[in-house]
């Protein structure tokens, strides 16, 4: 009998082993047998350029949050591929991003983006392919008139909840007299607009508005025509850096009359920048902020309280009110996907319908009315303290 070559014999069993592997998991590209098609959902987000202290920690929980969710098994048993994109801050960049998630990755929803600029560029190219849209971004406009907006929802509180919620404030405070200045783009354009109007349904004048460029890095020309006016209060609509910037000036240049910024400087960011300048600086914001100051019986603390221990432990820092915003838009498409399954309109339908949900920026009451869901309670007054956030009482 010939011996055989334990080589050959090793060799032979490799083949074989290989060949069994093989037939068990075809390399198809398709999912394995027993596993079920995931769901692909797409983000556009501004990760870099000027507003990437917003959109860094939107990234960071989206991808927190898919992680968890697909580790539970996904939504019913389907996992979900998450594509995030980098519009750079640019309104361009952001159109071509959604053009790429509609008509390559064959998304099922988009998030995004994370200011109102590039998420208004969106619309058109969304709206077209009939594909629903979740904003992380401030601008009313990115959901009215709802008539014509009836794939697009929101999840940050609109910028007419915020001006209402300022002027209310400054009512309630005697400041009649006030100062506004604001960003030279969509944010700041809108924000003018909403305040304008909460203004004059309240009963206060508007002494002087003056505006200034994102990239702008000094500010004093404006804040001098302020504090050359009987202006007994300065509203301030921006996001950092630019916003930070604004408040150093006006500290550097000695205005002893109250500053408010809007919820686009709720981020430790803003209080990094612009160091003891911050303190004193009050504003609107989302709760998450001072989430361990609300009472026990507010609708939103547990799940806030949930949130800031689940980033933590994750990333070992505090999540802001933008990741919080990522946070609704992400939960908000995973409900209506366990509802609707993979068919974009009834996602449409089933986020319209969407009723009573406590998430991080509120408690959400969708409707064919009202693509935002979002009420004035769904944010407090706080003020910075000591380079801290504080719970104002009213």
């Not at 995004?112 to 969304?126: H, N, Q, V, Y």
């Not at 803003?270 to 303190?279: R, S, T, V, Y």
Request: aromatic share 6%.
């Amino acid at each position: 009998m010939r011996k055989r070559n334990p080589v050959v014999i090793a060799f032979c069993l490799l083949a074989a082993l290989l060949l069994l592997g093989a037939g068990c998991s075809p390399k198809t590209g398709a999912p394995a047998k027993g596993e079920l098609e995931p769901y692909k959902i797409g983000a556009v987000i501004d990760i870099s350029g000027s507003a990437a202290s917003l959109g860094e920690p939107e990234r960071d929980t989206l991808e927190m949050l898919v992680e968890e969710l697909n580790a539970k098994g996904g939504i019913d048993g389907h996992p979900v591929d998450l594509v995030i994109l980098d519009n750079k801050s640019n309104e361009t960049e952001a159109v071509l991003a959604a053009k790429r998630l509609i008509d390559q990755d064959k998304v099922l929803a988009v998030l995004g983006c994370s200011t109102s600029g590039p998420t208004l560029a969106m619309l058109d190219t969304i709206q077209k392919a009939n594909v629903p849209l979740i904003s992380l971004a401030a601008s009313a406009k990115i959901v009215e008139p709802v008539g014509e907006r009836r794939w697009v929802f929101k999840t940050a509180q609109s910028d007419i909840l915020v001006a209402n919620k300022i002027a209310r404030y400054l009512l309630e405070k005697g400041l009649k007299d006030v100062a506004f200045l604001s960003m030279n783009n969509a944010y700041g354009d809108s924000g003018r607009e909403c305040f304008e109007k909460a203004a004059a349904d309240m009963g206060l004048n508007i002494v002087v508005k003056e505006k200034f460029e994102a990239t702008d890095k000094d500010m004093t020309s404006q804040i001098a025509k302020v504090k050359a006016s009987k202006a007994q209060a300065t509203v301030v609509w921006a996001i950092p850096p630019s916003a930070a910037i604004v408040t150093k000036n006006y500290h550097d240049m000695g205005l002893q009359i109250p500053l408010i910024h809007t919820h686009g400087i709720g981020n430790k960011a803003f209080i990094d920048l612009a160091g003891e300048a911050a303190d004193g600086v009050i504003l609107p914001v989302g709760k998450i902020l001072v989430a361990e100051q609300l009472p026990d019986n507010d609708p939103q603390k547990q799940v806030l309280l949930e949130y800031i221990a689940a980033y933590g432990k994750k990333y070992n820092e505090r999540p802001s009110t933008f990741g919080g915003h990522a946070h609704d838009g992400f939960s908000l498409a995973v409900k209506a996907l366990a509802e609707a399954g993979p068919d974009r309109a009834k996602i449409r339908d089933a986020l319209e319908s969407i009723t009573g949900y406590a998430g991080i920026s509120g408690v959400f009451t969708l409707s064919p009315r009202d693509h935002n869901g979002l009420g004035e309670d769904s944010m407090v007054m706080v003020e910075i303290r000591d380079g801290k956030w504080q719970l104002m009482t009213q």
